[in-house]
């Protein structure tokens, strides 16, 4: 019985070394087109170009029956390979992403958002904006409505004109006015 135990482990062996041989003869053929295909797919580094070609030729050890697979076909070797390749990169993308999303905010960050969000500046932002409506309360009608469909619509000062039937510059004046009344109602920070 251990007789035979010892010739599968021989005969693993010997299968193990052809393997070894055969994926060594892979790379010495087609190691450097395969580093320029992994480089220009990836724009990855020299280090991670080559854990990805590790990894693609480990991933051929680990075949069975890879000479059977290989034999005869030696034409497909080549996309064979730049095959495996490609599916390693799409999982290193894919694990990239799924590390992207599971990061934590910083502290620095953190701070930004706290002050940019922070009850206190929402009570700011609300007091301005009851001075804003209190200033625009006050301005002319014509002064009021050439300052909202300028800042508020969006309105070049030619639309505005054209739609009001003034002049840019009449456009321009109104705006101006509009804003120094704004400017002295509405307390900075």
């Known amino acids: 019985m251990k007789v035979i135990h010892l010739n599968r482990a021989k005969k693993q062996t010997l299968a193990g070394n052809k393997k070894c041989q055969l994926v060594e003869q892979l790379y010495a053929e087609y190691g450097s087109a395969l580093r320029r295909f992994i480089r220009v797919r990836s724009r990855l580094n020299e280090g991670d170009c080559d854990d990805v070609m590790q990894e693609v030729y480990e991933r051929l ?14 034409d497909t070797v080549r996309n064979y390979l730049f095959q495996i390749a490609s599916h390693i990169l799409i999982d290193r993308d894919r694990r990239a992403k799924v ?36 200033a625009l309360a006050e301005i002319k009608t014509s002064h009021k409505q050439a300052f909202m469909l300028n800042r508020i619509e969006g309105m070049s000062y030619r639309e505005i004109s054209d739609s009001l039937g003034v002049s840019v510059s009449t456009v321009e004046k109104y705006i101006s006015a509009a804003l120094v009344v704004i400017r002295s109602k509405v307390s900075p920070e």
């Not at 050890?61 to 030696?74: H, I, P, T, W, Y």
């Not at 905010?105 to 209190?134: C, V, Y």
Request: hydrophobic share 35%; charged share 30%; aromatic share 4%.
């Open 61 to 74: 050890l680990k075949l069975e029956g890879l000479q059977q697979k290989l034999a005869g076909r030696m």
């Open 99 to 134: 590390r992207c999303k599971d990061n934590h905010i910083s502290d620095h960050d953190t701070a930004i958002f706290s002050s940019i969000f922070s009850p206190e500046r929402a009570l700011q932002n609300r007091k301005q904006l009851r001075q804003i409506e209190m």
